[in-house]
C-alpha cells in the first residue's frame, strides 16, 4: 500500500492531464497501482475469513446464552469441553463480547405524564410484600408528597 501524498500526487497528475503511463513512470509505480488508486483512493484491504476452533461450537453457545444471557465464559467453556472443544477461554471471552449485545433485555418505551396524574408501579413482583413495594414506589415517584394521615390504612383493609 501506497502512502496518502502519492495518492494525492496520482489524482494531482491525473487532474493535470497525465495519461496513466506518465504518471506511473514519474511515481515508479506500476500502470495497475495507479488505475487501482484512481478509481478507489481508499481501498480497502480484503478480509481474510479464518476459521477458528470455536467455530463448530457457536449453536451450543448460542442455545446457553439464549437460556441465560449472562452465563459466563468458564461455564461455556466446560459445557463444549464436553462437546470436544480443546480451545482456550480467552477466544469464548472474545467471542461473548461480541454476541452478548444481542440477548440483552429489549428496551422500553417511557412515557411521561404531568406529576401527580398517573402511578403505574408492578413492584409486587420484586419485593415478596405489595405493601412494601407500593410504598417504596409511592416514595421515588417524582411527584410523591409526604403525606400524614391518620386512621386505619385502606391498603391492609384491601387484602
Known amino acids: 500500500m501506497i502512502d496518502r501524498r502519492t495518492i494525492f500526487e496520482i489524482h ?85 463480547r461480541k454476541v452478548r449485545n444481542t440477548f440483552k433485555k429489549k428496551s422500553f418505551i417511557r412515557f411521561e405524564s404531568l406529576p401527580g396524574q398517573q402511578c403505574q408501579i408492578d413492584w409486587g413482583k420484586v419485593f415478596d410484600s405489595t405493601t412494601v413495594a407500593t410504598a417504596i414506589a409511592d416514595r421515588l415517584v417524582h411527584s410523591s408528597e409526604v403525606l400524614i394521615i391518620g386512621g386505619p390504612s385502606y391498603r391492609r383493609k384491601q387484602k
Do not use: C, W
Not at 49 to 76: G, T
Open 12 to 96: 494531482r497528475m491525473a487532474n493535470e492531464g497525465s495519461s496513466v503511463r506518465k504518471i506511473a513512470e514519474n511515481l515508479q509505480l506500476s500502470r495497475k497501482t495507479v488505475k487501482k488508486y484512481l478509481k478507489d483512493p481508499n481501498p480497502k484491504k480484503p478480509v481474510i475469513k479464518r476459521a477458528n476452533k470455536l467455530d463448530s461450537f457457536k449453536d451450543e453457545i448460542k442455545q446457553l446464552l439464549e437460556i441465560d444471557h449472562s452465563v459466563s465464559a468458564v461455564v461455556i467453556q466446560q459445557r463444549i469441553a464436553e462437546l470436544g472443544f480443546d480451545g482456550e477461554i480467552t477466544i469464548i471471552r472474545n467471542h461473548l
